[in-house]
């Protein structure tokens, strides 16, 4: 069979796989995205959706300060709304050690030069979210951080892309990466397909792709935990996390509360791999009950869904960003580590920067593919 020619073929349709392409189409690439089941069908819908700068790793700050106002135009950049809100974020403290902790991480975080992320008094707390529990002693908080809807995010990426004539196939799964005179040649369950370049962005499925190429990445999965509840009358306008507790906590324009804090559930296997994640009813109860100490109110709620998504998280918690060691015209986005969702905008361009070979202000060596290879990082 002929194989199809494409100047990038960008490997799974998450958000990161979405960003590339469109941005690489923009800039005038002919584009395929392969994606081995449907847009978006892992951690990219499973997503809480959270836009948040605050309590970043010091690596990954200025990159998600970077994407804030990319976020911003997203919905004018796709043509349509990715419900993307600024209600800031917020991690509040429970006890003195929490607190001593935030009070630590603002100075260490003023020292690097950054002042986006600000202290708050307990009644300061309580002004700002008066159906706090008492005991709150105070919070760190960003205000210009906020929350997106994925689905809509992903139905709107989709979509731009289609429009921008990128080439997207769903149930297409890349089965090895080989050189070829064109480039790159990838075989996939329709036929094979060459490439001048080729974007990685399997999420968790991320190390088998690297794995085609000799690059050792490692990935390990997580079934991150969601939980949703009916509405409920307004009580919270920013996303609210706990610096003692694993919690983050959200209330949609439509009134619904959206629960999460990295529970993990079960990954089932398939024969290519994780196939999806199975929630533990159990974690659900105690990710639940850490919502209701934070939020007596919430003692009312109706549970009407819980779910796991497939994550693929990094020894280091940070992303691969960067070109294969192995095979030139190999590039690698994956390992979001449960919080790339913030970064999706900035990812695009950013990646096709680097398949250009042009430079930019971000300083992408802390997520570098080769840094956990024995003989050192490349
Ligand atoms: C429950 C949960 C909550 C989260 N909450 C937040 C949050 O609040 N804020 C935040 O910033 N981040 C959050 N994240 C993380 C964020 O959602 C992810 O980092 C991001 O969506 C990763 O996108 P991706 O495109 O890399 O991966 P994915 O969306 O998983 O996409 C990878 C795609 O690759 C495809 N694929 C795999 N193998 C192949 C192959 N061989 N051939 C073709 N296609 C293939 C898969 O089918 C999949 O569709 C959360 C994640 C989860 C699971």
Request: aromatic fraction near 6%.
């Amino acid at each position: 069979m002929t194989p199809d020619r494409h100047d990038l073929a960008v490997i799974g349709a998450g958000l990161m796989g979405l960003s590339v392409a469109l941005e690489a189409r923009t800039r005038g690439m002919s584009v395929v995205i392969l994606e081995a089941e449907t847009c978006a069908r892992h951690a990219s819908s499973a997503s809480a959706g959270g836009v948040r700068s605050l309590n970043r790793h010091p690596a990954e700050i200025a990159l998600t300060r970077a994407a804030l106002p990319l976020w911003e135009g997203l919905a004018y950049r796709l043509g349509r709304d990715c419900g993307f809100r600024r209600s800031g974020q917020i991690r509040v403290a429970e006890d003195a050690e929490a607190m001593q902790a935030l009070e630590d991480r603002a100075t260490a975080i003023a020292a690097l030069g950054f002042d986006h992320e600000r202290l708050v008094t307990r009644d300061e707390l309580k002004a700002r979210i008066p159906a706090i529990a008492d005991h709150c002693l105070g919070a760190l908080v960003v205000d210009d951080d906020g929350f997106a809807d994925p689905l809509a995010t992903a139905h709107a990426w989709r979509h731009a892309n289609a429009r921008a004539g990128v080439l997207i196939r769903e149930h297409t799964r890349v089965m090895s990466l080989e050189r070829s005179t064109a480039g790159l040649r990838l075989a996939t369950a329709a036929g094979p397909i060459e490439a001048g370049c080729v974007v990685n962005t399997a999420g968790a499925w991320g190390d088998r792709i690297a794995g085609f190429a000799g690059d050792g990445m490692p990935v390990r999965t997580a079934a991150l935990q969601m939980i949703v509840t009916a509405r409920m009358p307004a009580f919270v306008d920013p996303v609210v996390g706990s610096q003692g507790r694993k919690l983050s906590l959200k209330q949609t324009a439509a009134g619904s509360v959206v629960i999460g804090g990295a529970y993990k559930g079960d990954v089932r296997e398939g024969p290519d791999g994780p196939l999806r994640g199975v929630p533990r009813a159990g974690r659900a109860a105690s990710n639940l009950a850490n919502a209701v100490s934070l939020f007596p109110a919430l003692r009312a709620a109706r549970v009407t869904r819980i779910w796991a998504g497939l994550e693929g998280m990094t020894p280091d918690g940070l992303p691969y960003l960067g070109q294969s060691r192995t095979m030139p015209g190999l590039f690698h986005a994956f390992g979001f580590s449960a919080h790339g969702f913030a970064l999706a905008p900035l990812i695009g361009p950013l990646m096709a920067d680097l398949l250009e070979g042009k430079r930019n202000n971000h300083a992408i060596a802390p997520f570098a593919p080769g840094r956990f290879d024995s003989v050192g990082s490349v």
